[in-house]
């Protein structure tokens, strides 16, 4: 059971926007920095976004961020076959004195 | 370019240990909190603990206090994590992870672990 809530699946046809979701509490997305990781099949996270909605160096802007709240969101558009991935999003709990994650949304590109 | 390289991949009996290495390039070892993170087959990230390679100050997840000991080697920019006790659920690939700000990046390429 994640402290994190994502919804396990999601999917889009090429070109459509989709958006992943993640809710939290107020010791964690509420009150910190959240981050957004993809993962490929059988490599590594890697960073997508950081502070709710920035862009590390080389991520398109395809990608994006937003937070209302314990809840925050992952918008992807323009979606291509390779955007198909599991997606995380992570937080460090002041609670918990530990980073908590999602338990993870596979997107699927149709 | 900030890379973290781990070491191989290891197979465990039950029972016994591991130590999983990360050695850190690109930047000064000391400045950020290294974590470990761990996936079973098939599941979710899962945070294990940090630890200051500056003062060698460590805070575990609860799950693993007890069980999993984070150390460094300054000089070899290179930190570790060992795991005892091991069971089939520990079979899982662990990564580390440099505490940049605040967020995870980059991370290592990880390290398979097979209990069995």
């Known amino acids: 059971q994640s402290v994190l809530t994502q919804p396990p699946s999601a999917s889009g046809t090429p070109g459509q926007r989709v958006t992943i979701s993640c809710s939290g509490s107020s010791s964690n997305v509420g009150g910190s920095a959240v981050s957004w990781f993809q993962q490929l099949p059988g490599k590594a996270p890697k960073l997508l976004l950081h502070?709710?909605?920035q862009r590390p160096a080389g991520v398109p802007d395809r990608f994006s961020g937003s937070k209302s709240g314990t809840s925050t969101s992952l918008a992807i558009s323009g979606l291509l076959s390779e955007d198909e991935a599991d997606y995380y999003c992570a937080a460090w709990d002041d609670s918990l004195n530990g980073w908590v994650f999602g338990g993870g949304t596979k997107l699927t590109v149709l | 370019q900030v890379h973290l390289v781990q070491s191989g991949a290891e197979v465990k009996r039950p029972g016994a240990s591991v130590k999983v290495s990360c050695q850190a390039s690109?930047?000064?070892?000391?400045?950020?909190?290294i974590n470990w993170v761990r996936q079973a087959p098939g599941q979710g990230l899962e945070w294990m603990g940090w630890m200051n390679p500056l003062t060698g100050d460590t805070g575990y997840a609860r799950k693993f206090q007890g069980r999993v000991t984070l150390t460094r080697i300054t000089s070899k920019g290179t930190a570790y994590m060992e795991l005892s006790s091991l069971t089939s659920e520990d079979t899982a690939v662990y990564y580390c992870a440099r505490r940049y700000g605040g967020w995870l990046d980059p991370w290592g390429q990880g390290t398979p672990v097979t209990v069995s």
């Open positions: 690109g930047y000064t070892f000391t400045t950020f909190d």
């Open positions: 502070s709710h909605n």
